[in-house]
């Protein structure tokens, strides 16, 4: 088993459990303003569908988990069934605790750690981050003006979406500043706390191997030239299967005579991403996955119901694959790993 996360502060603590309480508190009144019968009706329309659902969802971990290995620097080398558990539970620790990525990714990296060091594997998944973060900086981008050019929005919804537009612009060409290695922002930040005599001892202590690992990840790509496309091909593989799962998942859950369609999918996936990286801190994205889906799903199809039983369906396939990245957690603590220096 990884070693335990450090324990947070007091204060830090404090707003996880905030944080926790408001979105189960959220998520209950979502479900009593839709109604648990309204949701319930939902379910047993999905039926047998529901194990698409899982099988869409576990191609979207598997191409993940396949960009991760060719993120991986060479020599050392990663396998796709290394990669993929790893992935699964890393999300499951992500999804269940408020301190999301601050445990999801450190877990990955130690649960290959019979494979590859632990700076290798933090490397390759620093890398595969870049690239997801790039992709899903264009979705959310491409989501949002999309809603705006097709639909009228009201104007509250209207203002948070153009917000929402300019921040994930301004995110865009950050991302893609840092993917072909023209910030420093680890560097910079080392430099102006030892400037101002902030940094901590220990920090500056591990300064130059924390330098080498973020050169060696942020020349990735001019590196290896040949890996980014795939690696974005991947990313991008990651959303196309995200919007087949809402299409399938909205299909069924449409009256008779009603179809779903590949722009309402589309945006419900986007706005299902925005959701994802706005609030990490949220176990599950308890109450806000629900609410933000229904306030959408009443713009495209007139019923906020549909989108709260949308984001309940996710919850269950989260919840399948969470228990599955707990049982690789277990399976992984069982065994002796040929641990090797960072």
Known sequence: MPAPAPRPPAARRLGH????????????YTLRNTGLDTVAVG????????MVILLLSGLRFAVRAWAWVLCTEPPHGLRLRDTFPALISGDALGNLTPLGLFVSEPTKAAFVRDRVSLMQALMGI???????TLTVAAVIAGGTVA????????????AMSLLALAGMLAFLVVALALVIGRLRPLSWGL???DRWTLAPAALLHRAEKLQTLEDRVYTFARRHPSRPLPVLLLELGYHVLG??????????????????????????????????VAFKFVPMRLGVDEAGSGILTQVLYGSSAL??????VRKARMLVWTGIGVVFLGLRGLARPDTRDV
């Open 17 to 28: 459990a905030a944080a926790a309480i408001g979105g189960l508190a959220l998520f209950a």
């Open 191 to 193: 430099a102006l706390l």
């Open 126 to 132: 620093a890398v595969e981050n870049l690239f997801y």
């Open 43 to 50: 379910f047993r329309r999905v039926g047998w569908v529901f």
């Open 307 to 312: 989108g709260v039983t949308l984001a309940v």
């Open 243 to 276: 919007v087949a799962e809402t299409w399938v998942t909205v299909a069924m859950l449409l009256p008779a005579g009603t179809g779903p369609t590949l722009l309402g999918a589309f945006l419900l996936e986007s706005i299902n991403r925005f959701i994802n």
């Open 147 to 158: 809603l705006l050019a097709a639909f009228d929005v009201p104007t509250t919804l209207r």
